[in-house]
Every structure is written in structure tokens, then in C-alpha cells.
């Protein structure tokens, strides 16, 4: 029996911890035009259905290239042409497929491509065998492995496993543990055509959440923003409930919509949230809630 081992770099889904975000000055965009493409050729693509084959030329044909390196952008295009095809083939179990794909011109006089995607071979379609979860303490192993939507010897599929890593990350986040990661690792048996699934779960510290920070509202509306926040200090940090916080805030119709972000204590386990209502900079920062930022200006405790 022959065995081989791949750990996807690409399935690691994670809530980062705080990280300061610095913005940098935007940089003048250049002019773009559609891409010149006359053809797209899909050469050994009976493994994929028709309207896939659509979706991924009409994404190829939606791209747009700066005239002036056009050449260069053009194989670059086409290099990321036969990435969606790889996914879904992946989707369908054939995880080693080989994809690929060139830009060729076909006018010397006035610059138009064709893009020939060519699926060099399938490879084994494969089933999956175990799917185990390890270094999993805070919940049962049974019910995250039933947020997997896919059981012993069905087809393999990225988009399956994927699924199922987001439910987990939701999950986690859910009970606080914004720091989760899941690293998954997979072990083919090419004899039999089976993909063995390892997850190692890092949970992480669970997080209880503390205070919000408020910026650029006076004081009455600074309540009523407060008074609309589901969580309480000392609750477990729920972030699908401070998502649930924000539609319920007042009307307030006549500041600028409001960015939010998260500061961790990471050595107490505390979540400090913030609200900012001020018109944002023109380089605007990264203030979702896996990133944390430095403001400075007054605070409410909520």
C-alpha cells in the first residue's frame, strides 16, 4: 500500500490575534483595459460540467491588464486560469489533478490571446476514509465531527472539507476562542483511493469579553449605542453576537458608519471592543475583529 502525506497551507482557517495595523499612504493605480482574449480552450475537461467550464471562462474574461506589461500580465492570467479548474476538480475528488494553462497570441498586428487551459491528467478520484479530530478539549469529538457534511466513503471534496473547517471556526468563535486554529493534514492511500483526514485543533485561550470603546459620538448617543451591545462584561465572547449588536444599534443616520474592532488582553483572556464613528482616514485601516488597532481620543466602559 502506498502512502502519501499533504498538509494544506490553504484550509488553515484562523481569527488572528491583535495586531496593530499601520496605513500606508495609497498608491496611484494605473490604467487598465479588458483583457484581449479571443478563445478560451479547455482541452480535457470532460470531468467538469458545463456550466463550471462557463463560470471559470466568464471569470477569466471579467480580469483586466495593464496595456503596458501586457504580455507579462497575460501569462499571469492565464498561470491563474487553471487554478479554478484544479478546484474543481479537487471538488470532485481528484485531488492530484494536473492542470495547465498558457496565454498564446494570436495577432501580431493588434494584441488578442487565446488562453488554452488543458487538464494534463485527473489522477484517482478519492473517498474518504478516517476523519479524526485531535487536541480537541472544550467540546466533543463527536459533534465537531459532525460538522463535517461529508461521511466514510463519500467523494473527497475541497469545497466539502472547507465547509466544515468554517463551521468549526465558527464554532470556536463562538465560545470565545478567537485565537482557534485548525490545521489540517491528509493521507492518501493511492492503492485504494483514499484521503485520510487528520485535524489538529489549536484552541487556543477562550476570551471573555470587558469593555467597548467609543469614539465620535456625544454622550445621550454613546448610551443608547451601549444599551443596544447583547454582551455583557464578563460574558464569553461571542462574536456572531456582537455582529448581531451592531444591526440593532439606533438610527443613527447622521455619523458615519461605524468600523469595529477588537483590542486582546492575551495574558487575562479579555476582549476590549471598539467603535469608531469618525469619518474614517483617507487610507483606511483594517478594524475587523481579528485585528486590533491603536486609537487614541476618549472612551466609554461599557
Given amino acids: 500500500m502506498f502512502l502519501s502525506r499533504l498538509a494544506f497551507a490553504g484550509f488553515v482557517l484562523s481569527m488572528a490575534s491583535a495586531v496593530t495595523q499601520t496605513c500606508q499612504p495609497q498608491q496611484p493605480t494605473e490604467p487598465t483595459t479588458k483583457v484581449p ?9 470532460a ?22 506589461s501586457l504580455e507579462h500580465e497575460m501569462a499571469a492570467i492565464a498561470a491563474e486560469a487553471g487554478e ?10 481528484y485531488f492530484k489533478a494536473e492542470v495547465h494553462a498558457q496565454a498564446e497570441e494570436v495577432a501580431a498586428d493588434q494584441p488578442q490571446y487565446d488562453i488554452v487551459v488543458v487538464v494534463r491528467a485527473a489522477g484517482r478520484q478519492y473517498r474518504l476514509g478516517d476523519l479524526n479530530i485531535v487536541k480537541a478539549t472544550h467540546f466533543p469529538t ?3 465531527r459532525d460538522l463535517f457534511p461529508i461521511q466514510r466513503g463519500d467523494i473527497f471534496s475541497r469545497e466539502t472539507i472547507e465547509k466544515g473547517l468554517e463551521r468549526l471556526r465558527t464554532l470556536y468563535n463562538s465560545e470565545g476562542f478567537v485565537n482557534y486554529t485548525g490545521v489540517p493534514d491528509v493521507e492518501f492511500d493511492d492503492e485504494n483511493a483514499i484521503a485520510n483526514l487528520t485535524l489538529d485543533a489549536d484552541e487556543g485561550k477562550q476570551f ?27 460574558d464569553v465572547f461571542n462574536s456572531e453576537l456582537w455582529g448581531r449588536s451592531l444591526l440593532q444599534f439606533p438610527d443613527l443616520s447622521r455619523y458615519p458608519a461605524p468600523h469595529s474592532g477588537s483590542k486582546l488582553d492575551e495574558q487575562n483572556g479579555w476582549v476590549d471592543m471598539v467603535l469608531d464613528f469618525r469619518k474614517p482616514p483617507s487610507c483606511p485601516i483594517d478594524m475587523s ?12 466602559t461599557h
Avoid: C, M
Fill in 208 to 234: 471573555r469579553f470587558r469593555s467597548v470603546e467609543v469614539f465620535g459620538l456625544d454622550s445621550e448617543t454613546t448610551s443608547r449605542v451601549l444599551d443596544a451591545v447583547q454582551l455583557k462584561p464578563g
Fill in 289 to 300: 475583529v481579528e485585528s486590533a488597532i491603536e486609537l487614541t481620543g476618549s472612551s466609554t
Fill in 84 to 93: 479554478p479548474v484544479r478546484r474543481a476538480l479537487q471538488d470532485e475528488g
Fill in 142 to 144: 463527536q459533534q465537531l
Fill in 37 to 45: 482574449i479571443r478563445h478560451i480552450v479547455f482541452n480535457n475537461d
Fill in 47 to 68: 470531468l467538469l460540467a458545463p456550466d463550471k467550464v462557463q463560470e471559470i471562462a466568464q471569470l477569466v474574461r471579467n480580469q483586466t491588464v495593464d496595456p503596458k
